[in-house]
Structures are given as C-alpha cells and as structure tokens.
C-alpha cells in the first residue's frame, strides 16, 4: 500500500503571504502525510530561492512526514505562460489537492505623502485600514491586450483552474482564492470589468474575486471540488517596500500595532497571521457545515491571538462578472487551441 500523499499549489509563493500559507499548509496536514509543496514564480532563480526557504523551515520544524518540492513558473499576465502552466501541471501530476490563487499584482507608483499625513491625523485607525493614499497607474493593458491587473489576479488563475479541473476532482481538491479586506463594491464598476479605467484597480480586482467565487462555486462543489474565498486582513506586504523609508515603515508599524490595540479585528501584522484564514479553509473546515457563500478573515484579538471571522459578500453584478469572464475564456480557447509551448528545462 502507498503511503497517502497530497500536492498543494500555492501562486504567489514568493510573497510574504504565500511563504507562511506553505509554512502553515506544512504544519497542519497529517504529519503521515507526504506532502508536495509546488511553488510558483516568474523565474526559477526565485523559485528556488523561496523552495530554500521552505526547506529550512521544514527542518527547523522537525515534520517528521516528508515534504517534497516542485516549482511552476508562469506569469499570469501572458496567456501563454498560463497555458504552458497547465501542460507542466497536467504531465506532472494526476491529483491536485489543494490550490491557492494568492495573486496580489499591483501597478503602483507612489504614495501621496501629504493625503497619508492627512488620512493618519483625521482617523489613524481607517488610514491603515482603507488607505486611500496609494497612487496607481490607470490604463495598463499586458502585452495580451487585457487589463493587467484583471488578467494577473483574477482571468489568469481562473483560466488556469479551469484547464486542471481534471487534476482538481481527482484530488478532491480545496481551491482557495485570497481577496482583501478592501474589496468594496465601490472599486468595480460593471462597465470596466477589466479595470482599465480605474484607479483603484488592485481594489477592483479583489471584488472580483469575490463575485467570481459567488458565481462559480457550486458548480464546482457538484464537481467534488470545495472552493472558499478568504481575506488576510492587514499585514506587512513586502511589495510595497520600496515606497518606504526607515521611518515611514516604522511609523505604518506602530499605527498597525496601535489599530489593533484599539479593537481593529483586521491588523495581523505579521505574514503568519495574515495565512491563518487561506489554512483554515483548506484543511480544517468541515465542508459539511463550513459556509461557502461568505468571506473567511483572518482575525487577530488585541492581545495578539488569532482566530477566523467570516463576512457577507455583496453579490450584485455576480452574473455579469461571470459571464464576461466566461466569454473572454471561451475566447481565448479559440485563440491558444494551436499553440504548443516547450518542455522545461531544469
């Protein structure tokens, strides 16, 4: 008899959110279990960076079941990148067990100091909760002529999900998609589905997530494939490092410790905690009785323990969102139906 085995997809791997989903996936799984952490990444440099990362947490951890590691490298703003993703994952494994779409791509240029200063001294706790501050570049399109932020965070993964639902039955799998706490409805508008126009287009593309999730997951469910959307709160995100100095970093840390001081549930602040809600979902929630129409969040009392609170999600344009991201699927079947991408070279 073979030992029992799962593989796990975690996009984003390289980020501070990914890294500890892994850290947390490798903690919570059966420790019989031999568990398959496949990273994902732009470049292999990275990914091998990120697998060295792992590893040394896996020994630090002395998990005594065995990890194994893989990478995947895509870039979910080429289409082709994606494609490619689905042949690799396609000859590489029968079963997929767990999947997470932790896509956060961003265009941003800067920080409106002078606004910051502004939203800090009227309401500190909203300033690091709803930050309206953040500059972003409007209308950039990716080399495939779609909204880039809509292709690298929501069209991208979706097309890649649904080319390995074959691997995703067999596994029974849990897809997890990583939304945000500022997914309003007030960042999408339904007549800009691929966030073309917006200027909050990181914001737009976490609200369709969310509708996306509303619309699709049962479907799903009839398949045997679980699929949750979660929320981790606010966190210290690496990719925003290089718009901070020294005392800016220090000065958002202090508000962040001070929020949730103060009763905010939302301020993690660390990575770890941020991936407590992505985990819980994926290994510990009982589909049985575990709701799938809501947002899982990873919460923080202020004595710094953790714990999972859950969110209504507004549903109005769920049918519009889905049927656009459905036809422009359809669409880009037609357009990679010939196209053949080249094994990868290790």
């Known amino acids: 008899m073979s030992e029992p085995r799962k593989v796990a997809v975690i996009t984003g791997t390289n980020s501070n959110l990914g890294l500890n989903t892994a850290y947390r996936l490798i903690e919570q799984v059966d420790r019989d279990v031999r568990l398959t952490i496949v990273v994902t990444s732009r470049t292999l440099p990275r990914a091998r960076e990120v697998i060295d990362q792992i590893q040394k947490f896996v020994e630090d951890s002395k998990r005594p079941g065995p990890v194994d590691y893989d990478y995947l490298l895509v870039d979910f703003t080429n ?15 029968k079963d997929i067990h767990y999947f997470f779409v932790n896509a956060a791509q961003g265009v941003y240029s800067g920080i409106d100091w002078m606004g910051s200063v502004k939203e800090v001294l009227k309401n500190p706790i909203e300033a690091v909760t709803n930050p309206t501050y953040k500059i972003q570049r409007v209308g950039v399109k990716s080399e495939d002529g779609l909204g880039l932020v809509f292709q690298a965070n929501v069209f991208g993964p979706y097309y890649l999900i649904q080319k390995i639902l074959p691997q995703l039955q067999a596994g029974g799998a849990v897809v997890v998609w990583i939304s945000s706490i500022m997914s309003d409805p007030k960042y999408l508008s339904l007549n800009d589905i691929e966030l073309i126009k917006s200027p909050a287009s990181y914001e737009g593309s976490k609200r369709l997530v969310d509708l996306l999730h509303l619309a699709t997951y049962k479907s799903l469910s009839e398949r045997g494939v679980k699929q949750f959307v979660v929320q981790p709160g606010i966190f210290i995100s690496h990719s925003f490092f290089q718009y901070l100095n020294v005392f800016s970093y220090y000065g958002m840390l202090f508000l962040f410790y001070m929020a949730r001081f103060l009763g905010s549930p939302w ?11 992505p985990v819980y979902v994926a290994t510990l929630a009982n589909p049985a009785f575990e709701q799938q129409n809501v947002k899982y969040g990873s919460a923080t009392y202020k004595n710094g323990m953790e714990y999972v609170r859950t969110e209504e999600i507004e549903p109005t344009g769920t049918q519009d969102v889905y049927a656009y991201i459905k036809k422009l699927k359809e669409e880009w079947d037609e357009k990679l139906k010939d196209q053949i991408t080249n094994s990868r070279q290790v």
């Not at 289409?79 to 494994?93: E, F, I, P, R």
């Open 267 to 277: 301020h993690n602040v660390d990575g770890y905690r941020a991936a407590n809600a």
């Open 79 to 93: 289409m082709v990148s994606v494609l490619g993703a689905y042949y690799d994952l396609n000859k590489q494994y």
